[in-house]
Nanobody, 119 residues
């Protein structure tokens, strides 16, 4: 089992920045990929960013490329999502997820943290 706890959400003005954190505990050594997803009210959950833990390759949704950066701190079992130049359309609940294997979907999810961007 892997437990994930997100933090760092909040209210920010358009153009501002936030950094989300995802602290992992449990059998964290079994994770192969860590990702961030988001879900706005009335919309489906969508992929935001991911990082492969064996080589630190990163992947981003087109809508956040160049503005968001995913990174990790192995010593602290924490994954970060640095969000810059935030837009009102970035408003959503953000979820951290862990996959036990590459390219087969995510197995564990956090409870989410709310990000609200005001215009």
């Amino acid at each position: 089992q892997v437990q994930l706890v997100e933090s760092g959400g909040g209210l920010v003005q358009a153009g501002g920045s936030l950094r989300l954190s995802c602290a992992a505990s449990g059998r964290t050594y079994t994770s192969a990929v860590m990702g961030w997803f988001r879900q706005a009210p009335g919309k489906e959950r969508e992929f935001v960013a991911a990082i492969r833990l064996r080589n630190s390759y990163t992947y981003y949704a087109d809508s956040v490329k160049g503005r968001f950066t995913i990174s990790r701190d192995n010593a602290k079992n924490t994954v970060f999502l640095q969000m810059n130049t935030l837009l009102p359309e970035d408003t959503a609940a953000y979820y951290c997820a862990a996959a036990l294997a590459e390219d087969v979907g995510y197995d564990y999810w956090g409870q989410g943290t709310q990000v609200t961007v005001s215009s």
